[in-house]
C-alpha cells in the first residue's frame, strides 16, 4: 500500500526550480535587450553632430506678402506653421505637438492651436494653454532675405518659453 504526505507546506522541488529556470530566462532576455539598445545608440549618429546642417535645410517659404498681419498659415510640407504676428514679424513652429508627436492643429475661432491626440492647446507662439504637454511648440528659425521667407528646417529648438528674439522681422 502507498502512503501519500498531505504535508501543506511542501511543495514539488520541481516547480520551484522550473520558477527559478524561467525567471533567469527572462532576466537574461531584458539584460540583452538592454545591451542591444545600448549598441544600437551607440551606432546611431548623435543629435549633437547635426548642429551644423547643410544648406539645403534652408527653406523658401514664400514671399514676405504671401503671410498678411495675424495670420498663421500651414506648411504641411516641411511640418511646420508660419505665424505673422499684428506687428509683422515672423515665426516658424512645428506642428509637432511635444507631448506624444500628434500634428497639432490651427483652430481660427479660438485662435489656438489644439492637439487632437491629447487636447493640449496652445496660443498663437506655441505657448502651452492646456495640458498634458511638456512645453511650447518647437521653434524653427526664420530668414527673410530679398521678400523671401525662409526658414531652416534643420534647426529645431526645444524651448522652454517664448522670447522675443524668436520674432524675426524683414528690413
Known amino acids: 500500500m ?53 544648406a539645403e535645410t534652408l527653406r523658401v517659404i514664400g514671399s514676405v506678402e504671401d503671410f498678411p498681419a495675424g495670420s498663421v498659415t500651414p506648411d504641411r510640407v516641411n511640418r511646420l506653421y508660419i505665424v505673422r504676428e499684428e506687428d509683422g514679424g515672423f515665426m516658424a513652429l512645428s506642428l509637432t505637438c511635444p507631448h506624444l508627436g500628434c500634428s497639432v492643429l490651427w483652430n481660427e475661432e479660438s485662435r489656438q492651436f489644439d492637439c487632437p491626440c491629447h487636447s493640449s492647446a496652445f496660443d498663437r507662439r506655441g505657448i502651452v494653454l492646456s495640458s498634458p504637454a511638456p512645453r511650447p511648440l518647437d521653434y524653427l528659425p526664420v530668414i527673410i532675405e530679398e521678400g523671401k521667407v525662409k526658414v531652416d528646417t534643420g534647426s529645431i529648438t526645444k524651448r522652454k518659453r517664448f522670447e522675443p528674439n524668436q520674432v524675426t522681422y524683414a528690413l
Open 2 to 54: 502507498e502512503r501519500r504526505t498531505t504535508d501543506k507546506h511542501a511543495e514539488p522541488a520541481g516547480n520551484r526550480r522550473g520558477f527559478l529556470k524561467r525567471l533567469w530566462q527572462i532576466l537574461g532576455i531584458v539584460a540583452l535587450a538592454e545591451l542591444l539598445w545600448f549598441i544600437i545608440s551607440l551606432l546611431r549618429p548623435s543629435k549633437e553632430i547635426h548642429k551644423s546642417r547643410p
